[in-house]
């Protein structure tokens, strides 16, 4: 077991030191020497988890799918569980390094060879999977075109993100999504239902 646990990690740590690497020089710039020095391990136990910049690269990848959870699978409303499934990747770009490699990864043009489109897909699916259901309960406006809302909120996400990075380190992220949300919804939702929306994040428990 402690084997088991010292394995993962190393393998977290050559993450870690990657999206660092791959968030100061980009992709095609990094190398596997920077990420070794950054974590701190040898060339051995690299390639004993990962046998090429690529595979790390594909590792790091997957991180976007990973963090794209609703917060409250509960929650009856289902256009609030679209904007607090925003809210909370918001939350998680300005703490997680892997998951801003993952999205750095996303948006920047280089060598590396998985698509490019993934991340997105993953990400208009499940939003158009939230709306979908919105819909069937009455929440968004009728003749709404679910596939453009989910593809434009995705867009408008991304857009936003990386202007966040370049204006605070992400710090503002949280509330330029609560804007774009406040600008979308009386085009999306149904009558009554603006008030029943929070375009914020919740208020943290007591004692936390």
Do not use: C
Request: proline fraction near 7%; aromatic fraction near 4%; hydrophobic fraction near 40%.
């Amino acid at each position: 077991m402690a084997q088991q646990e010292r394995g993962i990690r190393s393998r977290r740590s050559i993450l870690e030191a990657a999206a660092v690497v791959f968030g100061e020089r980009g992709y095609d710039a990094a190398s596997t020497n920077e990420i070794l020095a950054r974590a701190g391990l040898t060339r051995g136990a690299l390639y004993h988890h990962f046998p090429s910049k690529e595979a790390i690269a594909a590792a790091l990848a997957q991180a976007h799918g990973e963090a794209l959870v609703v917060p409250d699978p509960d929650q009856p409303v289902k256009l609030q569980s679209v904007i607090d499934l925003t809210l909370a990747f918001s939350l998680r770009l300005q703490t997680d390094m892997v998951l801003r490699a993952s999205v750095r990864l996303a948006v920047e043009r280089s060598s590396f060879s998985m698509s490019s489109q993934t991340p997105y897909n993953q990400s208009i699916t499940l939003v158009e999977d939230l709306l979908r259901q919105a819909d069937k309960q009455g929440e968004l406006l009728p003749g709404t075109d679910l596939s453009e809302v989910a593809s434009t909120i995705v867009g408008a996400y991304t857009g936003l993100q990386v202007m966040s990075e370049v204006y605070s380190s992400r710090q503002d992220l949280p509330a330029r999504i609560s804007a774009l949300w406040r600008l979308l919804l009386p085009g999306l939702a149904a009558p009554g239902m603006l008030p029943r929306l929070r375009t914020s994040l919740p208020p943290e428990p007591p004692g936390e």
